[in-house]
Every structure is written in C-alpha cells, then in structure tokens.
Nanobody
Framework: QVQLVESGGGLVQAGGSLRLSCAAS????????MRWHRQAPGKQRELVAQ???????TYLDSVNGRFFISRDIANNTMYLQMNSLKPEDTAVYYC?????????????????WGQGTQVTVSS
C-alpha cells in the first residue's frame, strides 16, 4: 500500500529555515506531479508550490523566492526547502503526489496525500 510520509516540521524563529520531506513508501512507481499545500488555523488549505516532471516549478506569490520544491527521483522523495520563514508561514503543511508506473510513467496510479506536518514560526 502506498503512503506518503512527511517529516521535517517544527518550531523555528522568524528568518530561519526548515526543510520538509515527503517520502513515498512502496515500489513500482514514480513521482509524477508534486504539490505542497498548507492550512493555517481558520483558513482554507492553499497551494504553496507545485512541480511537474516536465515543467518549471510554480509558487504562491508570498513564498516565491523563499521556498523551493525539489525531488529525489531515486528515492521517490519530494522536498520543500523553506528559507527566511515568517510568522505568517505558520501552518500544517501537506504534500501531495500523483504516482505513475515505472519506468516510463505510462500508467497513472493515483493521487496521494501526506499526513501533514506542523510548521510554527515565532516572531
């Protein structure tokens, strides 16, 4: 059974950095489209960053230039590097990935969410 397992959240002071990881357990698949979302208390979940296998990453305006999405193809792991963190970045962060079959991604397997990881930025 495929699972996306997140790690790397925590408490950091404003101006600090964190790197979130999202590892896909299982075998026989590859990461296709990837996204990171976040949800702050009392707010709707919003898309923070996304990356396709063929296109350039795109980012929420408020994090552009500070956050960077990447992937480790060999280990089916995606990352979100977050720099110059601000208190308004405080939220639960969720990864999402579309998985496809190895080796050429010819068959879509499905979309999966991570369990979420808390990021708290203190002022």
């Amino acid at each position: 059974q495929v699972q996306l397992v997140e790690s790397g959240g925590g408490l950091v002071q404003a101006g600090g950095s964190l790197r979130l990881s999202c590892a896909a357990s299982g075998s026989g698949f590859r990461l296709n489209n990837m996204r990171w979302h976040r949800q702050a208390p009392g707010k709707q979940r919003e898309l923070v960053a996304q990356s396709t296998r063929s296109g350039r990453p795109t980012y929420l305006d408020s994090v552009n230039g500070r956050f960077f999405i990447s992937r480790d193809i060999a280990n089916n792991t995606m990352y979100l590097q977050m720099n110059s963190l601000k208190p308004e970045d405080t939220a639960v962060y969720y990864c999402y990935a579309d998985l496809c079959s190895e080796p050429l991604c010819a068959i879509a397997i499905g979309g999966y969410w991570g369990q979420g990881t808390q990021v708290t930025v203190s002022s």
